[in-house]
């Protein structure tokens, strides 16, 4: 699997590097420095967000797959500064549910999402060469494909960019448990990544998206918590993990897609 961080930090501030200087910016919260040391504790998600936006704005995005964190997100956003900017990996095969909301979210917000496709070549060549379901035969496999359809479009997604938000929890996976809400993204050249959720709990998600009436993936009344690629996700069993249905022939601890390492992974 490759990735890429082509054009990470760009020009501009210097905060995405590791080792950037703790800059405390005026009116917020603290430095950026404060908000990555593990004993901050956990603060309300708004008030993250907010200081992410002001912090890094406009080279800051959301990373989207259109589950109901990242809607939440999106309205949470949209409620502080209208220029919500987000990004999709359009990965050729998601459920025809999460094109139908990304196309609510895009008219109830009035925000443009940008799709980011695999490379055609390599997808001709995976499929041509490796069959249509290559991803059941082993953890390898299934990442090569996660690779080409995911990570390599999440590293031109993220060129130019000095940090991304996104809506992981801690009581998603075993593999999300140390969680914290600002974290540098060994897997991206340190650039910053923000977890205005880590702490919430699947009733908090839903509480915000009754309160503040959210579109969401219908699939989520279906049994399907957690939602990706329409041949690698299936409705969970009451009582069943929270991501039991993602790749649900693989053992909890290899269940990422490569998006996602944690510091200890990366270092
Ligand atoms: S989730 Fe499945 S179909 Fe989607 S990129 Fe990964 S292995 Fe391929």
């Known amino acids: 699997m490759t990735e890429t961080a082509e054009g990470k930090g760009g020009e501009g501030r210097s905060v995405g590097a590791p080792g950037g200087t703790a800059r405390r910016l005026p009116g917020e919260a603290g430095s ?5 040391e593990a004993d901050r504790g956990d603060r309300p998600a708004e008030e993250v967000l907010g200081w992410a936006i002001q912090a890094f704005r406009p080279r800051i995005a959301l990373a989207s797959s259109f589950g109901v964190e990242d809607v939440v997100l999106i309205d949470m956003w949209s409620r502080r500064q209208g220029d919500v900017r987000v990004f999709s990996l359009d990965t050729g095969r998601l459920p025809e549910e999460t ?8 008219e109830r917000y009035g925000i443009a999402i940008a ?3 695999p490379e055609t070549a390599a997808v001709e060549a995976l499929e041509r060469e490796r069959g249509f379901y290559s991803f059941r035969r082993s953890v390898e496999e299934r990442k090569h494909c996660c690779g080409i359809r995911k990570v390599v479009p999440l590293g031109r997604a993220l060129a130019g960019l000095d940090a991304w938000v996104t809506g992981l929890r801690r009581e ?11 974290e540098r993204d060994p897997a991206h050249g340190g650039m910053i990544k923000v977890n205005p959720l880590a702490d919430w709990s699947t009733e908090q998600v839903w509480q915000y998206v009754r309160a503040h009436d959210v579109p969401y993936n219908r699939l989520h009344d279906r049994g399907y918590p ?11 069993l009451p009582g069943e993990d929270l991501r039991a249905g993602r790749w649900w022939w693989e053992r909890p601890q290899t269940k990422e897609c490569g998006l996602h390492l944690t510091p200890r992974e990366g270092a």
């Open 172 to 182: 998603q996976a075993e593999t999300r448990s140390a969680l914290t809400q600002v």
């Open 32 to 36: 950026l420095q404060e908000w990555l």
């Open 99 to 106: 094109y139908e909301v990304m196309d609510r979210i895009r």
């Open 115 to 117: 799709t980011y496709f």
């Open 226 to 236: 957690s939602i990706g690629c329409a041949p690698c996700t299936r409705a969970i």
